[in-house]
């Protein structure tokens, strides 16, 4: 090994560290700016998501967090700002860097969206299909289909159809979908919309679980103060396009401020 050429590999990435003036962010948002019209959407919004963080985002309807949230996987452009993904800006990607760094990017979207003419297993094997070189799997998917949904507790319903699954359980097959190709980190859209309390705070536990056991990093966003108290480390509240306050649940659930209040009661 060159040990000179290494140790100056070392020094430059700690400065490059010291420089960025935090350890490592998975997602960096700066000043970000989106308008539809005289809809002036997001107004310089600003986020930063470190590595095994769980930052979740709390806004009301209409506040613009799927906006923003397609503006973090490439989907809306963007007026001004900065967002970066993994280190990589994405305004400056061409679309096969772009296609290349959603492999990372895991996505749990409302209502799950399975393909309903496909088995559970099917499902699971649909996203693998170009992306079994990164995976490292050969013709047989079958054991990572089954490792997939024996950590969501789903091993048994790998040949049913998804109308034969609950709500929930379709939720958890999603997030076994999702956790397959292994993403660096995973962008959650109201997990728990739709489902009753018991199956949400299951959703939540396992969402819990699977941060524990692969350190992925999650961007969260829901209206469940419940699923906020369990998974969050740290919120943002988005009020008119800003960090309207930003903290842990502990620091904004104790806030007298109105507008913060607001989102604490049910
Ligand atoms: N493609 C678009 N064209 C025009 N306006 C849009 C477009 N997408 C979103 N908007 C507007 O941007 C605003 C924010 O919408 P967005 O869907 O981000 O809200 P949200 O916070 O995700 O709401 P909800 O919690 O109800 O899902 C809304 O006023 C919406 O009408």
Same mark, same amino acid.
């Given at each position: 090994?060159? +040990?000179? $050429?290494?140790?100056?590999?070392? *020094?430059?990435?700690?400065?490059?560290?010291? @420089?960025?003036?935090?350890?490592?962010?998975?997602?960096?948002?700066?000043?970000?700016?989106?308008?539809?019209?005289?809809?002036?959407?997001?107004?310089?919004?600003?986020?930063?998501? @470190?590595?095994?963080?769980?930052?979740?985002? /709390?806004?009301?309807?209409?506040?613009?967090?799927? #906006?923003?949230?397609?503006?973090?996987?490439?989907? !809306?452009?963007?007026?001004?700002?900065?967002?970066?993904?993994?280190?990589?800006?994405?305004?400056?990607?061409?679309?096969?860097? /772009? *296609?290349?760094?959603?492999? *990372?990017?895991?996505?749990?979207?409302?209502?799950?969206?399975?393909?309903?003419?496909?088995?559970?297993?099917?499902? $699971?094997?649909?996203?693998?299909?170009?992306?079994?070189?990164?995976?490292?799997?050969?013709?047989?998917?079958?054991?990572? !289909? &089954?490792?997939?949904?024996?950590?969501?507790?789903?091993?048994?319903?790998? =040949?049913?159809?998804?109308?034969? $699954?609950?709500?929930?359980?379709?939720?958890?097959?999603?997030?076994?979908?999702?956790?397959?190709?292994?993403?660096?980190?995973?962008? +959650?859209?109201?997990?728990?919309?739709? &489902?009753?309390?018991?199956?949400? @705070?299951?959703?939540?536990? $396992?969402?819990?679980?699977?941060?524990?056991?692969?350190?992925?990093?999650?961007?969260?966003?829901?209206? =469940?103060? =419940?699923?906020?108290?369990?998974?969050?480390?740290?919120?943002?509240?988005?009020?008119?396009?800003?960090? +309207?306050?930003?903290?842990?649940?502990?620091?904004?659930?104790?806030?007298? *401020?109105?507008? #913060?209040?607001?989102?604490?009661?049910?």
């Amino acid at each position: 090994m060159n +040990y000179d $050429l290494d140790m100056k590999i070392r *020094d430059k990435m700690k400065l490059s560290e010291e @420089k960025s003036d935090y350890g490592k962010s998975v997602i960096e948002i700066k000043d970000l700016r989106k308008s539809f019209g005289d809809n002036h959407v997001l107004n310089g919004f600003n986020l930063t998501l @470190k590595e095994g963080g769980n930052l979740v985002i /709390m806004g009301k309807s209409g506040s613009g967090k799927s #906006v923003m949230i397609k503006c973090i996987v490439g989907l !809306v452009a963007p007026d001004s700002g900065s967002v970066k993904i993994l280190g990589k800006e994405i305004n400056n990607l061409n679309r096969k860097a /772009m *296609d290349e760094l959603r492999l *990372d990017i895991g996505f749990l979207f409302q209502g799950s969206a399975l393909y309903d003419s496909m088995t559970v297993r099917e499902n $699971l094997e649909f996203p693998m299909r170009r992306h079994k070189k990164k995976l490292g799997v050969g013709k047989d998917t079958k054991p990572l !289909v &089954l490792e997939a949904l024996e950590n969501v507790g789903l091993a048994h319903t790998i =040949d049913l159809m998804p109308s034969e $699954l609950s709500g929930g359980m379709k939720r958890r097959v999603a997030l076994a979908r999702t956790l397959i190709l292994k993403p660096k980190v995973i962008l +959650y859209d109201e997990p728990t919309s739709g &489902l009753d309390p018991i199956t949400s @705070k299951e959703i939540i536990e $396992l969402m819990h679980n699977v941060q524990k056991r692969y350190g992925t990093s999650s961007l969260i966003i829901t209206h =469940d103060v =419940d699923c906020a108290r369990v998974i969050s480390d740290r919120m943002i509240l988005l009020v008119d396009g800003i960090n +309207y306050a930003e903290g842990t649940y502990a620091e904004l659930s104790k806030s007298t *401020d109105p507008k #913060v209040e607001a989102f604490f009661k049910n």
